[in-house]
């Protein structure tokens, strides 16, 4: 913070320090979680906080608001327009919560509490701090405050649960929330991590939005360097609770001072240049039969049951395309598009409705059940959400030997051989064989959803989405596995993904999907650098880019995109 | 795969220990995990070895020892006829030896309970996962089955039960059927909730992805996560299963006389309240102590077994 | 599925399960051995008469066929009475010919006494329970928490009878604050309703009040971990609203649940409750009839005690859709 | 609330009630199905024909709504009564002799099936006969005016004045009583008290009937204003009440006997035990030794289990000689025809050998049914039996299923044990119905006796109208089943009373061991 034309400081946090004690057991000392850490975020500014994960940076936002659990112990002063937040008592810190500091937290879905219809939580927060405002007036605001954070239809909105609305909706809402009573500080917690492209992109330009209208001054919380090359003044860049660098974003990206800093921005993935003028289409090599590891003709896949007039939710509407032996397949699209429901059907989940889809030459819908389980072990299947994919109660060791256990007659000996092998395949240190998944780092678990997949050396790999919860750095080594691992056991690969960048550095070949169709696809080369359909290059144009002056440029084209397509998302 | 894991076949000798060892290790550093489990260890024994504990003083829980109570059946002496002979003293009316009738009443109580409960618990687990896990029709019916359970008077049923079995075949097993076949209809709705969960998550579809039969996938993926609730409700309803045995009792619909049950003796003990505390006092406490033991057991073993909880 | 579908099914539901506990406890009690015409025969019986009494209780008949006018009653009314005639309107579900009174009668007698224990009871170890078990997560692990979850463990211990003449020496013959048995009707003195049904209801709550205390706890510690609890928290909520409309809201939904069981339970007759506090309920009216064979007063009383259970199960499936609009229907 | 109202009974207006504190939970009215003993409740709101004064000794037949006793024909097959004057129902009407017709004719009804039978078959046309409400009318009974009745019999029967006094001659105001539900629940009183309300299981409330003329009833006094029955009482909390001593319990007696846990309190409270009231005698608890059973059919067992009977221990395990008295024969005391003997006095090696001379040196096996409630008893004639290698398994049921059962042609045990209290304070009532081969299936002859030497002798002292041979009939014929071993009476019960101080001090005899509450009456 060198420059003096600054405008005036609204947060300033000095010498913060975080400690987390166990509750019970032996004092063993654990560092503290945040160490001295100081920074100042000014008024119509955006400062973001960036650096690996648990390194911090939530524990500090939760920090300014007094919001950590019981068991923190927090040192040092944080200061809101002059006035000391620590040690503040109850009412205080009421006023500022939600008052004075808005917050917007990670993971809009498990943010509203399921029971309320959102317009009656936005209400709440304006009535917390303004109790006397009539009813109507009240409902008036939060309809207002629905519409300006570019929700289309705020009154349907408003009348809805949390569980009946998009992930990019809640956000929306959970914005509206956040400034409800204009907050002079936003806290924006990874605002936009589970959000496709698209809709991050106009999320991102809501909080731009906000700080030149409002001057609202935010903290931004990511770990995404696109995203804060995008929006972000200054930078602050944490690890292992530590500030490492801190400077104006340009300087930061431009010219970093630190190692870790040169580290993570080298590790975020790029897309190579990108035209947006339409090209003619160009003949496509198909692979062969002879090369074919898995197909899908005309798939049609619903949720639910099928009434007499179809009934249910189409997810997928008519897919057709091959993956070549040993290729990687990328599949992109916007969230909610159909890519993780094709790839259960890949696996066999789910029933198709029509059409078909061959693994192996063997048709899905009519294999009989002996045939299907052996299928099935050559298949290697990377969840969407790695945590969730290994049960709790088993230790890493037992859940990576699984297929083992169910399609070999290895003995237990043997087993945990290929565990460990498999642990050091996907570079995770020896000891993860006897931990439990909730021992493990986001990263981690990743990597052990990979080992169990690859464990019995499967001819096709489903990975849907295997980096999306993980920071740069541990994306880049998890891909990079990735690809290794591929060029070591030759399987092919149905990879999804809504980062665009991940893809075109890994897929041979790409499809797109929106609303349940595939849009486009070809050879990734192509596809992802001269997309002939309007939305892959909506889609593209949308993706940010590390790099404060190109994103710049990128923002504006995906504005003129955008305008120009009547169905822009909400 | 590659030469790394050469030098690492240590590795595969030394496992984690998750089973039973690292269990009972966790239970060992907990004092009410330990508390608790002897006094369980100690009725059980008790129950078990009722025999030789109770020849110590010659007693036996039959025998009348009317020559110990005043004309109108009173116990004579301090604490209704605590003395060397009679630990806890002795029954109005008849004399019996209250200890033996407590240490007897042990065998019964806790053989009914202990059994009514495992009945209970292996049905409704079986009926809740399953139906949870399948769903469809058979959730239905299985549904509708647990409603009619749930809406049929139990007591009608021993009542009338009891006038149909012939008198000469032990009733206890008979109390353990009946009560043990109602009672699984709350832990099967606990466990059916859980099942419908679990199903949905991650980790029982990518076992369904890799192959796994459903039979594998119920008992390896869903029951060990619906393990701390069924441990948690067992220990609950081990208190519960003795408590309806003596409510049974208090009846008249319980285990025979002269067989002594805590519940039975309890039921007459509240009418002698006033006047011969200790008769109340004795079972009472018995029933209470055990019933505690085994609600705090299994306290201690749902954290044990937890593995988030793993470090305390 | 529509809310009517579902609706219209779960009646179907309904239906069943009534039915079904019907034939069974029709088939049960013929098993029976017991001859309820004799009982009511009266002294001496001779065999003339006896064919008489049978005759008019349509003992005479087997059992299906017995069920079948007992089932046709429901539907249509019957009329009972051999030289007088006794109409049972529909819904006729019999008529005790020891008690000369149809069981709707009876029931519609007793029930307001099994009612007003339930009711008050389930509202005092609902109210006591959850206070205990929010209390308890609230300052988990502290002394008010050991206390708590000690007391509460007393209470599952207890079996209901004990804890019943417990207070009633206690607080009815030790300290005489309240009368120990009986019940009066509200109609007649609502303050002596209320004196009348104290102890009952302290005993019945004591004993069930645990079983609340220790889901609400372990509930409430789940719930306030999650994420929204933060959100409403970082909205400037005060600490209460946070804890009350936020963690408590689905705190409650397993507690619903148990709820509806055990009113639905308490509702077909608190038996061991009504013995020790001398009440003319629901629950002693069943042990009666089962002690003379009054086979149509049993089964009238079966099926009014699944109907109560299974029609509030229905009842708290659809109030849990209230409380979780994820698992709302139609 | 019971309890915490002061001033005993008297409420403001100096209005005295009566409280009966009783473990029923409904209680019905109708005389043609209540089994009450006319000096109860029921004797409170039906005058019948003749009805019982109690004494310190005893009870006898006096005259009630008619003028003397009755008078027999020479043959004795009809009796003839003639009515008072000035007696009247509730409502002010006369109660004639065809009212009395009516209430007889309708405990003929099927509808009224429950109550007590013994003149059914008696009355001439009684067999065929169902009841008044077809418009039929029972031949065997003549009303020649309106105050003169006369019952024509099929056969001498020497207990005829004591059904005279039984609830079924009570009047019934001719085509009343046909809403069977109504009738039971509030009959039309012809007593010192009417009902003012009855809630089944709750209370009964008798106030004071207007048209009751105390000149013409020379039994019942109608001390207090009020009498309020207090039903479904806890058997324990009523102890404790009636020992505390305040508020209604002042006024307040419980209807049936204390227990022995009971007893045990009173006894431990010097100024409860001072209002404590026993009777010498009263229920008779037996055993019905099933002549049928394998082994019990075989006289000598029987013997053998009669002479291991340790009846010392049974009777403490009631509470002692203060709850109850050992009986050895079948007529109690205080009945005509009692005459005091023991045939099989307590001899354990004697049963041991009468076994082994049986077939049976090591012992044999028997079950027992018995109450829920009398477990006691049977756990103590369990150990007794015990002794002689005898075990005994017992089956606790509830008493209507066991009745059901064993009456309904279910009899599979061996032993039976319950109690029985004659409807009149007869011989007869105690033996005839529970001997007579007549009453194997379906009666109460649950021993199953069927022996024709003791029927003959039955039917021959029934219709004996000389009292004093038809008492030393029976004593023969109490002897004569003795014999047969296959009733073995365990004791006579003590029925103990507590009234409230304010309950004027009574007396119970032996026969009927209830409290008069025709008499009772209150201080003040
Ligand atoms: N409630 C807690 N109890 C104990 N330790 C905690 C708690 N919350 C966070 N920590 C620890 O504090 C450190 C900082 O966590 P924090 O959540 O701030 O990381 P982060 O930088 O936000 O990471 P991410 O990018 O994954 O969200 C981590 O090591 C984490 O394990
Ligand atoms: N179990 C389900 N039941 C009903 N509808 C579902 C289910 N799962 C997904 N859908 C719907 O199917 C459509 C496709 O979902 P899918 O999960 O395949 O999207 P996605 O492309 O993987 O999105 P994301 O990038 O958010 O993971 C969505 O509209 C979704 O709401
Ligand atoms: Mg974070
Ligand atoms: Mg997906």
């Known amino acids: 913070m060198t420059r003096t034309d600054r405008a005036e400081t609204v947060l300033a946090v000095n010498g913060l320090r975080i400690e987390f004690t166990r509750q019970a057991g032996p004092a063993d000392p654990v560092p503290p979680a945040v160490d001295g850490i100081s920074f100042e975020v000014h008024r119509g500014q955006v400062l973001a906080l960036v650096g690996e994960s648990g390194s911090g940076k939530s524990a500090t936002a939760m920090s300014i608001l007094g919001l950590l659990p019981g068991t923190a112990r927090v040192s040092g002063s944080v200061r809101l327009e002059g006035r000391e937040l620590r040690g503040a008592d109850a009412a205080e810190l009421r006023r500022v919560r939600g008052g004075r500091i808005g917050t917007i937290f990670q993971e809009p879905m498990s943010a509203f509490t399921p029971a309320y219809r959102i317009g009656w939580q936005v209400a709440e927060a304006i009535r917390a701090h303004h109790p006397r405002m009539p009813r109507a007036e009240v409902r008036a605001r939060t309809l207002e405050l629905l519409g300006s954070v570019g929700l289309r239809d705020p009154d349907r909105v408003g009348r809805s649960f949390p569980h009946e609305l998009s992930g990019g909706q809640l956000q929306r809402a959970m914005i509206a929330m956040a400034i409800s009573c204009d907050p002079v500080v936003l806290i924006a917690d990874e605002p936009t991590t589970a959000l496709d492209v698209t809709v991050q992109a106009g999320i991102l330009e809501l909080l731009r939005g906000l700080r030149t209208t409002h001057g609202t001054a935010i903290l931004l919380i990511t770990h995404d360097m696109g995203v804060v090359a995008d929006l972000a003044d200054d930078v602050v860049v944490m690890r292992q609770g530590k500030v490492v660098e801190t400077g104006s974003v340009e300087s930061v990206f431009a010219a970093p001072a630190e190692d870790y800093t040169r580290e993570l921005l080298a590790a975020v993935p790029s897309l190579s240049s990108l035209q947006t003028a339409p090209r003619m289409p160009s003949a496509e090599a198909v692979p062969g039969d002879a090369a074919l590891a898995a197909e899908a003709r005309d798939a049609v896949i619903a949720y639910g049951r099928a009434g007499l007039r179809g009934g249910g939710v189409v997810a997928v509407e008519g897919a057709s395309f091959r993956i070549a032996r040993g290729k990687t397949f990328g599949l992109v699209g916007e969230s909610g598009s159909g890519k993780s429901t094709l790839g259960r059907a890949f696996a066999g989940l789910l029933p198709l409705r029509s059409g078909s889809i061959e693994v192996a030459g063997v048709d899905l819908a009519t294999a009989p059940s002996a045939r299907m389980r052996s299928l099935r072990s050559t298949l290697g299947y990377v969840f969407q959400d790695p945590a969730s994919s290994l049960n709790p109660r088993s230790l890493v060791g037992d859940a990576i030997t699984e297929p083992l256990r169910l399609h070999t007659r290895a003995p237990e000996r043997e087993r945990r051989r290929r565990a460990a092998e498999l642990i050091d395949a996907v570079r995770l240190p020896a000891s993860t064989i006897d931990r439990f998944p909730h021992e493990l780092s986001g990263g981690q678990r990743q990597r052990v959803a990979i080992a169990r997949a690859i464990a019995l050396e499967p001819t096709l790999l489903i990975a849907d989405e295997p980096t999306s919860a993980l920071d740069v750095s541990v994306q880049a080594r998890v891909l990079e596995l990735l690809a290794e691992l591929q060029r070591e056991l030759g399987f092919a690969c149905l990879f999804i993904s809504h980062d665009l960048a991940v893809v075109q550095e890994l897929a041979d070949e790409v499809a797109v999907m929106r609303l349940g169709r595939i849009v486009e696809q070809g050879p990734a080369g192509r596809v992802l650098a001269a997309p002939e359909n309007a939305y892959t290059r909506r889609l593209l144009a949308a993706a940010p880019v590390a790099d404060p002056a190109a994103q710049r440029q990128r923002r504006e084209l995906w504005l003129a995109l955008d305008a120009d397509d009547p169905e822009a998302a909400a | ?312 | 599925m529509t809310l009517l579908r579902y609706l219209s099914f779960r009646l179907l539901g309904i239906v069943v399960v009534l039915f079904v506990i019907a034939v069974v406890t029709f088939a049960l009690f013929y098993l029976l051995p017991s001859d309820p015409a004799r009982l009511a025969c009266g002294r001496p019986c001779t065999e003339a008469n006896l064919a008489k009494v049978r005759e008019y209780m349509g003992v005479d008949q087997p059992w299906f066929v017995q069920l079948g006018e007992f089932l046709r009653g429901i539907l249509f009314g019957r009329t009972f009475g051999s030289t007088v005639t006794i109409d049972c309107d529909a819904p006729c579900f019999g008529y005790s010919f020891l008690r000369n009174a149809t069981v709707t009668e009876l029931i519609s007698d007793r029930f307001p006494a099994t009612a007003s224990i339930a009711l008050g009871a389930a509202i005092l170890f609902l109210v006591t329970g959850v206070i205990g078990g929010l209390i308890a997560s609230l300052r988990r692990n502290s002394v008010v928490d050991r206390g708590i979850m000690t007391f509460s463990i007393a209470g599952v211990s207890t079996p209901v009878y004990l804890a019943g003449i417990l207070v009633i020496l206690i607080f009815g013959f030790t300290l005489r604050w309240l009368p120990t048995s009986g019940y009066v009707p509200f109609e007649d003195s609502p303050v002596e309703w209320l004196t009348h049904l104290i102890l009952p209801w302290v005993s019945v709550a004591f004993v069930s009040a645990a079983v609340y205390a220790r889901l609400t706890r372990s509930e409430m510690l789940e719930v306030m971990g999650l994420d929204y609890i933060r959100t409403a928290r970082a909205k400037g909520l005060a600490e209460a609203r946070v804890i009350g409309r936020h963690g408590l809201r689905t705190a409650l939904l397993p507690v619903v649940t148990v709820f509806g069981l055990d009113l639905g339970v308490l509702l077909g007759g608190a038996v061991i409750t009504e013995r020790v506090f001398a009440i003319p309920g629901i629950g002693s009216l069943l042990i009666e009839a089962v002690g003379a064979v009054d086979v149509q007063l049993i089964v009238g009383l079966t099926l009014f005690a699944a109907f109560l259970v299974v029609t509030l199960n229905l009842l708290i499936d659809l109030v849990y859709g209230i409380l979780d609009p994820r698992v709302r229907v139609g | 609330i019971t309890g915490c109202t002061a001033g005993g009974g008297d409420t403001g207006d100096g209005e005295q009630t009566l409280y009966i504190l009783s473990t029923d939970t409904t209680l019905g009215w109708d005389p043609a199905i209540n089994v009450n003993f006319p000096s109860t409740w029921e004797g409170l709101i039906a005058r019948r024909l003749t009805t019982w004064k109690v004494t310190d000794s005893g009870v006898e037949v006096v005259p009630d709504l008619a003028t003397d006793t009755g008078t027999v024909s020479e043959d004795g097959l009809s009796w003839t009564y003639t009515l008072k004057d000035g007696i009247e129902f509730e409502d002010g009407t006369p109660i004639t002799s065809a009212d009395i017709k009516y209430g007889v004719e309708r405990t003929y009804s099927p509808d009224l099936a429950g109550g007590l039978h013994y003149h059914q078959s008696l009355i001439q046309g009684g067999d065929s006969y169902a009841g008044p409400f077809d418009g039929a009318e029972l031949d065997g009974i003549e009303t020649p005016d309106d105050k003169t009745i006369v019952f024509h019999l099929t056969t001498s029967y020497g207990d005829w004045p004591w059904l005279a006094a039984m609830n079924a001659f009570a009047p019934v105001p001719v085509g009343e009583g046909t809403d069977l539900a109504a009738y039971d629940e509030q009959p039309i009183a012809s007593g010192p008290y009417r009902i003012e309300s009855n809630v089944a299981g709750s209370e009964t409330v008798f106030v004071r009937n207007e048209h009751w003329d105390q000149s013409t009833d020379e039994v019942r006094t109608a001390g207090p204003d009020k009498i309020v029955i207090r039903q479904s009482q806890n058997p324990s909390t009523t102890a404790q009440s009636l020992i505390s001593d305040t508020g209604d319990a002042k006024t307040s007696i419980n209807a049936y006997p204390l227990s022995a846990a009971e007893l045990a309190l009173v006894n431990a409270d010097p100024s409860a035990q001072e209002r404590l009231v026993t009777s010498d005698g009263g229920m008779l608890y037996y055993v019905a030794l099933n002549n049928d059973s394998p082994t019990l059919s075989n006289p000598l067992v029987r013997q053998a289990v009669q002479y291991a009977t340790d009846r010392a221990a049974i009777v403490l395990a009631q509470g002692g000689d203060q709850a109850a008295v050992a009986a050895t024969t079948l007529i109690p005391g205080g009945i005509a025809g009692h005459e005091d003997f023991d045939l099989y006095p307590e001899d354990v090696d004697k049963a041991k050998e009468l076994l082994a001379e049986a077939g049976y040196p090591d012992g044999v096996t028997l079950n027992l049914w018995v109450a829920n409630e009398d477990t006691a008893a049977a756990e103590a004639l369990q150990q007794g039996l015990a002794r002689a290698d005898i075990t005994v398994n017992i089956n606790p049921l509830d008493i209507g299923v066991m009745y059901g059962d064993a009456m309904g042609g279910n009899p599979d045990y061996d032993m039976f044990l319950s109690y029985w209290i004659g409807d009149y304070p007869s011989a007869n009532s105690y033996i005839s119905l529970m001997f007579d081969s007549a009453y194997i299936d379906g009666g109460y002859n649950l021993s199953r006796t069927n022996d024709a030497a003791v029927d003959e002798a039955m039917h021959a002292a029934i219709a004996e109208t000389d009292p004093d041979q038809a008492a030393s009939d029976w004593t023969a014929i109490d002897k004569q089943i003795m014999g047969l071993g296959s009733m073995l009476p365990l004791y006579l019960t003590r029925n103990s009373y507590l009234g409230g101080s304010d309950v004027e001090p009574f007396t119970i005899p032996g026969y009927p061991p209830f409290p008069d509450f025709t008499t009772l009456s209150l201080a003040g």
């Open chain 2, 1 to 312: 795969m590659t030469a790394t894991t050469a030098g690492r076949d240590d590795l595969a000798v030394s496992a984690r220990k998750t089973g039973f060892r690292t269990l009972v290790g966790k239970l060992a550093r907990d004092p009410f995990a330990v508390a608790s489990a002897v006094t369980i260890a100690v009725f059980l024994l008790a129950a078990i070895l009722a025999d030789p504990i109770t020849a110590i003083t010659g007693n036996d829980p039959f025998t009348y020892h009317q020559d110990l109570l005043d004309g109108q059946g009173q116990p004579l002496g301090w604490g209704g006829g605590i003395s060397a002979d009679h630990w806890f003293g002795v029954e109005p009316l008849t004399g019996r030896d209250l200890f033996s009738i407590v240490v007897y009443g042990a065998r019964t109580s806790l053989f009914i309970g202990i059994s009514a409960t495992l009945l209970s618990v292996l049905i409704g687990t079986i009926v809740g996962i399953t139906s949870g896990y399948f769903g469809g029709w058979y959730d239905r019916i299985m549904s509708r089955i647990v409603d009619v359970m749930f809406g049929f008077p139990v007591l009608v049923f021993l009542i009338a039960l009891m006038a149909i079995i012939p008198a000469d075949l032990p009733r206890p097993p008979f109390i353990v059927l009946v009560i043990g076949l109602f009672g699984w209809p709350g832990i099967s709705r606990i466990v059916r909730g859980q099942a419908l969960a679990l199903r949905e998550r991650n980790f029982v579809v990518a076992s369904k992805a890799m192959g796994a039969r459903s039979g594998r996938i119920v008992l390896g993926q869903v029951l060990p996560n619906v393990g701390a609730t069924i441990i948690v409700v067992t220990s609950l309803i081990i208190p519960g299963m003795i408590a309806a045995e003596a409510a049974l009792s208090f009846l008249g619909v319980g285990v025979t006389p002269p067989t002594p049950s805590w519940g039975r003796t309890i039921g007459d003990a509240i009418l002698w309240v006033r006047t011969s505390p200790m008769y109340l006092v004795f079972p009472g406490a018995a029933l209470f102590l055990v019933t505690l033991a085994f609600n705090v057991f299994g306290d201690s073993l749902r954290d044990a077994l937890d593995p988030r909880t793993a470090r305390r």
